[in-house]
Structure formats: structure tokens, C-alpha cells
């Protein structure tokens, strides 16, 4: 099953794009598996991120220092997908490129993918004023929502900068983070789509359903009847998906 096709029908439609992979649950583990996918297609595939990233494991990210003349074409010669990323800040953690560099390199490639928001591993969060923007030359954006969120409380500590999203939401540590609450956060103008541009065309993906399938199907229900776009929800770690169905939907407050 390839995840490239929840934002394509073949492969070949993909050359030229550049997509984001954006919102909390999954977002590093969805680029590296649509990029090594798109990679038995493409000789250039390109991935990297406008924000902080860690580590992933057997895969080392090439930093710009590396690059002659602002020109990756010689790094695909040994190496498809390449991560690209600024520097290294801390042990563990690279620093991600700017929007200019991004447009740079995104035009050298075959096809680009990059994460636009950080999320500490949580699977939902509240974005600041300082975090990056979707660009406006971006193709399509996937919203990732990770099912382990949901009916659990605030507090229990799967949401990032929880004291800034409660006062964004005007919701307490105790509120119960209900499928509606959550179809609102990730769908709506006072949450997630305040960093997405109308122009991008964006899917959503539910990940973490190989562990809770049924808060991610009823998740994604919601979500699709909702919004109106594609919604999908699986596992990228055991590799399945499925599409959702328009379900009954509600954005009201938490409970």
C-alpha cells in the first residue's frame, strides 16, 4: 500500500510537487514514507522541514554547508530521498530551512516534501504566532491528527504547549478532548487552518488507527463531513489506510 496515494492516483502526477506534511501524530514518520516511496519513481526526492526535527534513525540529514552553489543535484547521486536541513542545534535535533531556501531547492527537485510545524511527538497542538506558515507555493498539505488524542483530557499530556491551547480554546486542564472539539481545532480558521493558504489543497490523515481504530475511524468521519476534503485514517507504522466516511459532525466546545 503506498501513502503517496492518498495525495495521488499515480505516481507520475506527483512530479513537480511540493507538499507539506503539517499538524501533530506522525508527521516525520509520514515524509520519510512517502518520500522513500516516490523514490523507486523519482531520482531526485527531496525532504526536509521549516522548523526543528530530530533524528530519525539510519537516516542523516544533509546541512547546507554541504552544498556547493545552492545546488543538491550532485547529493542524489549517492542518495534518494535526501534530508536536507540547516545545521545541528543540539544533540538530536537539526535546525529546518527557510521559505526562500525551500522555494530554492524545491524547484532543483523532482518532488519536495517538508514538514512546516514541530509537535514534541504530541498528536494535536495550538499554533503560535512564530511558527512558519504553509507557503503559498505549496501543492497540497496533509494534516496529520495522531487517534490517541481523542476523549482524553488536556492534561494527560498529548497536546503540545498545552497552557497556550487552553487559553486559545478557553478549555481547562479537565476538558475532555472530544471528537466535535477536535473536528473544530483542525478544521476551522482559529486553528489549524490560520497557517494553511485557501490555495493549497489538503487531505487529512488520522494515524496511530493499528492502536486505536475506532477513535480514528469516528475521528475521521467527523473530520470528512466536516471539511468536505479527502480524509483518511491508518497506521504509517504498520502501513494500512483506509478512506473515510461522511459521518455526523458537530464543532462545539470541549466538553
Known sequence: MNFFNLLYKDAADAHG????????????SLLYRIGEELACYYRKVLLTSLTKSGYRENQNAVLLDQIE????????????PVMLMQSVIER???????????????????????????ARKR???????????????????IIVVGADVVNTKLSDGRVHRPELFSAHWNCSPDSVLSVPFITRVVTSEKGYLRKIPPSVDRIYFINKADTFPEKARRLASSIAGTS????????????????????????????
Open 17 to 28: 510537487a511540493c507538499i507539506a506534511i503539517f499538524g501533530a501524530g506522525g508527521k516525520t
Open 69 to 80: 552553489h545552492d545546488k543538491p543535484e550532485a547529493l542524489f547521486e549517492t542518495m534518494n
Open 92 to 118: 538530536k535535533k537539526y535546525i529546518g530551512i527557510s521559505e526562500e531556501k525551500l522555494r530554492l531547492f524545491w524547484r532543483q527537485a523532482d518532488v519536495c516534501l517538508f514538514e512546516c510545524d514541530g
Open 123 to 141: 498528536s494535536l497542538k495550538i499554533h503560535t504566532d512564530h511558527d512558519p506558515s504553509i507557503p503559498s507555493f505549496t501543492d497540497k498539505a
Open 228 to 255: 468536505g476534503r479527502p480524509v483518511f485514517y491508518g497506521s504509517v507504522r504498520k502501513g494500512f489506510y483506509h478512506s473515510a466516511d461522511h459521518g455526523d459532525h458537530d464543532g462545539g466546545p470541549p466538553e
